[in-house]
């Protein structure tokens, strides 16, 4: 899959060519770690490309949870969506304002939620800024709009089932945290969690998977990368981060290369690292 593709990954380009579409919706799905000191809602409020809706990935989230942004309940992503009007027959494009960090988390969910015609931009906020394009702080005119949701649970896995996947071996389980972290050799950003990995993983750091200009490698390149990491594409894949932001990163990959068979840890180290009863590895095993 080569080129733009409004399932999963349209370039600023194409982006400019439908901005003014009336059955396109824009979201801004900006995200920072805690500790980073920038706010996503301020920044959406000072600049944001035309008629895009800010995505609150850790409000629209499931809060009766412990851990951060885990997916909603089905009442609550309908209810958000309508707030930002967006519903059926939209074709949504998803961007960030770190490139591409937050935003394919976005995608997943949309698509976790059975919502097919998502994309992300290829690059976000930064390359369409970098190209001279326009941006606004005005907010968008919003209209309801119905949305049927049709959850696909395949596409999301806990802990029960990531612990079972790591035992037998039956899944390429792909972590996308940096390779220090996978290896245990530095502290995790949030406090508290163990060092090192799921066993059975493989390193996949998410910016392996970019370009240096920010956007996602070609899907060569992207089938060369994962093959160099040890990725086995034969078996289904879960992918797994720090809190399931990054994590999806590597399922657009996934599907940018064809591979279907892809689902999400929502949990990720934020769960898995804190349950000293759940066995870890460190180093590159």
């Known amino acids: 899959m080569t080129g733009d593709d409004p399932k999963t990954l349209v370039s600023t380009e194409w982006l400019a060519a439908h901005l003014r579409d009336p059955d396109l919706r824009i979201l801004d799905a900006t995200f920072f770690l805690p500790g980073s000191g920038r706010d996503p809602r301020a920044e959406y ?42 519903g059926d027959g939209h074709q949504v494009v998803v ?37 001279g394009r326009d941006v606004e702080d005005m907010p968008p005119l919003i209209r309801d709009r119905h949305m049927t949701v049709r959850r696909q ?47 059975k993983s493989t390193s996949v750091p998410f910016a392996t998977l970019m370009n240096p200009d920010g956007t996602l490698r070609s899907p060569d390149a992207l089938r060369v990368t994962l093959a160099a990491a040890g990725v ?20 657009l990959a996934l599907e940018r290369i064809g591979k279907t068979d892809h689902a999400l840890y929502d949990g990720s180290w934020a769960e898995w690292g804190a349950f000293p009863t759940l066995p870890i590895a460190t180093g590159d095993a």
């Open 95 to 131: 961007y960030d304002a770190q490139g591409i960090y937050s935003a394919p988390r976005v995608w997943w969910l949309f698509r976790m939620m059975g919502q097919m015609d998502i994309a992300v931009l290829d690059g976000g906020l930064p390359k369409w800024l970098a190209e």
């Open 232 to 251: 086995d594409l034969t078996k289904p894949a879960i992918t797994t981060c720090g809190s399931g932001v990054t994590a999806a990163i590597i399922n």
């Open 153 to 199: 649970n395949q596409m999301v896995k806990d802990v029960t089932q990531v612990a079972a996947a790591s035992k037998l071996g039956d899944h390429a389980i792909l972590d996308a945290r940096s390779a220090p972290r996978f290896r245990g050799e530095v502290d995790e950003p949030r406090p508290g969690l163990r060092r090192g990995h799921i066993p």
């Open 45 to 86: 409020d000072a600049c944001h490309i035309p008629g895009a809706r800010f995505f609150d990935i850790d409000e629209i989230s499931d809060l009766r949870s412990d851990l951060p942004h885990m997916a909603p309940p089905v009442e609550k992503f309908l209810s958000r969506m309508r707030a930002l009007g967006v």
